[in-house]
């Protein structure tokens, strides 16, 4: 796809929001903007939000604005739509991971069905495409594993046939090592102006291919 003059929607959480950078100018999507030439951006990052609804509310209210009740803000004739999340489902919350083929907000498998259904139907024809969540210091904790809400997410965008953009698996990003820590990732969580360098990267590569 020729990205030029193109306008494209981010769905994400604190990563998209641009925690972990000095200013957002630096973030993936500014990026993509400025090295691009879109013509129009619309940024819908709130940090601490997951894909799934919880089944109890949060501290903060904000975090309960999950993914798929955001669909509707998200303004028309936009050429590409591009997720980012999963890695709040995993790290925090109450909706539980799922089984394959549910379709309710409040498992992460069912979650994200819906924010697919959801978007293809309110904007057909438009292109979609997901990204996983990047590798963090943690990927192990109350008996879940981020590799399986990975496993998840790109099990449901295959099914409906969403372009991926496999960071979990390909951004070169991984915090357990201290050195790639210290370069893409201090907090180990959330990816600082060189790490955006790569989500930019991978992300403009699967674009360019649709």
Not at 66 to 78: A, L, T, Y
Not at 86 to 98: I, M, S
Not at 114 to 126: D, H, Q
């Amino acid at each position: 796809m020729e990205l030029k003059g193109k306008r494209i929607a981010f769905l994400g959480d604190s990563i998209t929001e641009g925690h972990g950078l000095v200013n957002t100018e630096g973030a993936y999507w500014n990026l993509l903007k400025e090295r691009e030439g879109l013509a129009e951006i619309y940024v819908d990052g709130i940090g601490g939000t997951r894909i799934s609804r919880q089944w109890t509310p949060s501290e903060k209210p904000r975090h309960d604005l999950d993914f798929v009740s955001r669909v509707k803000d998200i303004p028309e004739g936009m050429d590409v739509i591009v997720v980012f999340g999963g890695t709040n489902d995993f790290g925090h919350g109450d909706a539980p991971l799922g089984v394959r083929g549910e379709r309710s907000p409040y498992t992460f498998y069912g979650a994200c069905d819906l924010l697919i259904r959801s978007l293809m139907g309110r904007f057909p024809g438009t292109e979609l495409v997901f990204m996983t969540p990047l590798h963090r210091l943690v990927e192990e904790q109350n008996g879940r594993r981020l590799e399986d809400y990975v496993k998840a997410l790109r099990q449901v965008t295959e099914y409906y046939g969403v372009p991926v953009v496999n960071l979990y698996g390909e951004s070169g990003i991984q915090p357990k090592l201290l050195t790639n820590k210290e370069i893409y990732c201090p907090d180990g969580l959330h990816p600082n102006e060189a790490g955006h360098e790569r989500i930019y990267r991978r992300l403009r590569g699967v674009l360019w291919r649709l």
